[in-house]
Each structure stands twice: as structure tokens, then as C-alpha cells.
């Protein structure tokens, strides 16, 4: 079925988002967990319920691609420089809303020494972004 290219644009990014939801529950049930720098998912799953939960998330990642067939939605092929770009992006605009000044409205002010420390920090994050874009380029 041939939608409006405004309809197909909808329901590809909701495949899209859908997609990248269940590659990253895969990934969590196949390395069972995720031990992140600030948060870690703990694995409580049987391998019995893992396993069951793997087939379920095939399943619907099968049907996901049968919708997409079925309304004509369109693979768009993507750079990985662009990929790799538009994620430093998105880490350079949180980065620079976690320097003090941009951090007015929690109620709390930064100590003179929490500041200068904060601030000093979010800069070397920054410039590590800043090096890894200019590799990409």
C-alpha cells in the first residue's frame, strides 16, 4: 500500500524508534544487563525468561519489518559520519546545559569551588566531543 510521503515520513520514524528500542533490548537480554558508568541494569532473569523474551523481541522485529513491507516505508540509507555527528551533537548540547550557569533553576547555588570544578570539567568533556567531530570530518 502507497501512503502520503507525510503519513510514510510518520510511520517510518516510529519503525525507526521502535527498532533501535529493540536492538537495544537485545543487546541488554544477550550480555544480560548493562553496567553503565552511572547506571547499570542488574540481570534478574532466568535464562528460561531471557531466552523467552529474546524469541519475543525476534518476533516482533519480524512483524515490524512485515509493516513496514506492507506500507511501502522506504530504507534510508545514512552515513555513519552523519550518525556519528548528530550523537556528538546531542552530547554537546547536554554537556553544555550541565555548566553552573545553566544550572539556576534547580534552587541550589554551586559553592565557588563546586563551579570552578563542574566547569572545568564539563570543558575537557567538551573537548574530547570537539576532537571526536573533527575526526569524523
Known amino acids: 500500500m502507497e501512503l502520503h510521503e507525510l503519513h510514510r515520513g510518520r510511520l ?4 525507526c524508534l521502535i527498532e533501535d528500542g529493540l536492538d537495544r533490548m537485545e543487546r ?15 540481570d534478574n532473569l ?4 531471557r531466552a523467552s523474551l ?11 519489518r512485515a509493516f513496514a513491507a506492507r506500507f511501502s516505508l522506504q530504507r534510508h540509507a545514512l552515513d ?9 551533537a546531542t552530547a554537546w548540547v547536554m554537556l553544555e546545559d550541565c555548566r ?7 534552587g541550589v ?3 565557588p569551588s563546586e563551579r570552578a570544578e563542574l566547569e572545568e570539567n564539563v570543558e ?14
Not at 529474546?54 to 515490524?64: G, N
Open 12 to 15: 517510518e520514524a516510529t519503525v
Open 28 to 42: 541488554l537480554l544477550r550480555e544480560s544487563g548493562r553496567n553503565g558508568i552511572v547506571r547499570a541494569v542488574e
Open 46 to 49: 532466568s535464562p528460561e525468561d
Open 54 to 64: 529474546l524469541e519475543k523481541v525476534l518476533q516482533l522485529r519480524v512483524e515490524l
Open 80 to 88: 555513519i559520519r552523519q550518525v556519528c555527528n548528530a550523537e556528538l
Open 100 to 106: 553552573p550557569k545553566r544550572m539556576k533553576g534547580y
Open 109 to 111: 547555588e554551586f559553592s
Open 124 to 137: 575537557k568533556l567538551l573537548a574530547r566531543v570537539k576532537a571526536l567531530r573533527a575526526t569524523l570530518k
